[in-house]
């Protein structure tokens, strides 16, 4: 295997990587919340499905340009949680306002309509620290395309169940977010590995990738409106040259196929009539002949029928073959990407699981966010021990890929000793990150900025350290 280094990337500190790839991500999030919103509050029915799906942007934009400032300021408590309060509270009245709830009356706030409405500012709340705190690499935003998808499918449905319509603007304005997102973080993840750096992108970059991308997408709708009856029909008018040229080899090679084949079929009904003369006239099988029309018009017409099938069946098999040879050519330059970057695959929550993993480990997830908001609130102290969280399951996450999963019932102390086998001169720094996780997650102690600094700083000198040379399964 390579054993291409991640480092530093220049291109993941440009302000214009940095905000493409922000707002493509909003724009995914913007697009699967919205048919959901929409479904589930009965208020939001009252409004164009536009205006309202604008307001879930702006609300969840300026959730995520508050984290991200705040994170970037690096403001101490209580004037963290003080801003981040206020702008809970301010965002919580525009929307009863808008719904037409009286916030002066309690027992409108408790009706379903506020209480949803506040169930889904706090999701927005916690789905922008996740897309901020996140490190965005490849393997994890397109983990957060394919949960996005299956978010927008389950959504789509719930939306056309209760309300119906379409939800193809929901569809495009995802698809565009999503392929803009996956392509700019494949640059950053290249931008990491030797040999790939790229040292400038700008604007203009950013246009030639989105430009792309919008290219991808209007094409796969023009394929979409081509798959139909009119859609064929067009097809077959605009490619009828080809076609029929098509038709004609086609024709002459099922023609000398027969003429090859008509000997042996020959050879072989005679042996069919020799074999039946063998047997005594009352075991014989009665063959009746079939009529034929006047001038063989009967036959000749089968024949051209089953002509017209065998040449459909032909045509069949050679766009399966050549299905058939481009994914295995994908199958192929999918292996080698992975072989180039062995440690651009170990980010947390990107591996996909069976459906019964995913719900389980989703469940986790929620259980883990829910006590760390009881132990550190909603202030910095609580978006420092995701991180932790985060970077102790990156660890995770590495050292099984590299032979040596965490056994079930196996402490982190316990997990520790092993890890230092594989991780050979990272003793130290694994000692940091195991009992940084045991704090925040069972002693329910935060951490300073510093300490939080120094682990991101020793995760990332482990990700790039290279395979031990002991096989797993020896070191213990």
Avoid at 14 to 35: C, D, H, N, T, Y
Avoid at 254 to 283: C, N, S, V
Avoid at 357 to 378: E, M, T
């Amino acid at each position: 295997m390579s054993e291409q280094r991640l480092s530093a990337s220049p291109l993941m500190e440009q302000q214009e990587w940095i905000w493409a790839l922000f707002l493509s991500l909003w724009s995914m999030e913007v697009a699967w919340v919205s048919p959901f919103f929409v479904a589930i509050v009965p208020q939001a029915r009252r409004f164009p499905l536009g205006v309202v799906a604008s307001g879930i942007g702006v609300t969840l934009l300026a959730f995520m340009l508050l984290v991200r400032w705040l994170g970037v300021q690096e403001i101490e408590a209580p004037m963290y949680q003080i801003l981040l309060l206020g702008l809970v509270v301010l965002t919580a009245l525009v929307w009863l306002l808008a719904f037409g709830v009286n916030p002066a009356h309690p027992s409108e706030l408790v009706s379903r309509g506020p209480a949803l409405l506040m169930v889904f500012l706090f999701l927005f709340w916690w789905r922008a620290i996740q897309l901020v705190q996140r490190e965005n690499l490849f393997r994890v935003v397109s983990a957060e395309f394919r949960q996005g998808v299956l978010l927008l499918l389950a959504g789509g449905l719930v939306f056309v169940w209760q309300v119906g319509g379409s939800i193809a603007p929901f569809v495009i304005l995802f698809f565009a977010g999503g392929l803009m997102s996956l392509s700019m973080a494949r640059l950053g993840t290249k931008s990491m590995v030797g040999g790939h750096v790229v040292q400038r992108l700008g604007w203009r970059g950013v246009g030639t990738v989105g430009a792309t991308a919008l290219a991808v997408l209007v094409a796969g709708i023009l394929v979409s409106q081509a798959y139909s009856t009119e859609g064929f029909a067009f097809l077959g008018r605009l490619f009828a040259p080809e076609i029929h040229f098509l038709d004609r080899i086609l024709t002459k090679a099922l023609y000398a196929l027969f003429e090859w084949l008509g000997p042996l079929m020959d050879k072989l009904i005679l042996y069919f009539q020799r074999l039946m003369e063998t047997l005594p006239k009352e075991q014989r099988p009665t063959i009746q002949t079939p009529s034929i029309g006047v001038g063989g018009q009967t036959t000749s017409s089968k024949l051209l029928e089953m002509m017209q099938t065998l040449k459909f069946i032909c045509g069949g098999i050679l766009v399966l073959l050549a299905l058939a040879v481009l994914a295995l050519w994908l199958e192929k330059l999918g292996r080698r990407e992975k072989r180039s970057l062995p440690g651009a695959s170990e980010e947390v929550l990107s591996t996909p699981l069976g459906a019964g993993g995913a719900l389980s480990k989703g469940w986790r997830r929620i259980k883990d966010l829910f006590n760390l908001v009881r132990q550190y609130g909603v202030g910095r102290e609580l978006l420092d021990a995701i991180s932790v969280h985060n970077i102790y399951a990156n660890v995770e996450r590495l050292a099984a890929r590299r032979g040596l999963p965490r056994r079930p019932a196996e402490t982190p102390y316990e997990y520790q000793p092993r890890l230092a086998g594989i991780f050979p001169g990272h003793e130290e720094s694994l000692r940091h990150i195991t009992e940084a996780y045991v704090r925040v997650h069972y002693g329910g102690r935060a951490i300073s900025g510093d300490e939080l600094d120094r682990l991101r700083a020793e995760w990332e000198s482990l990700k790039a350290s290279p395979q031990s040379a002991r096989p797993a399964e020896d070191v213990d």
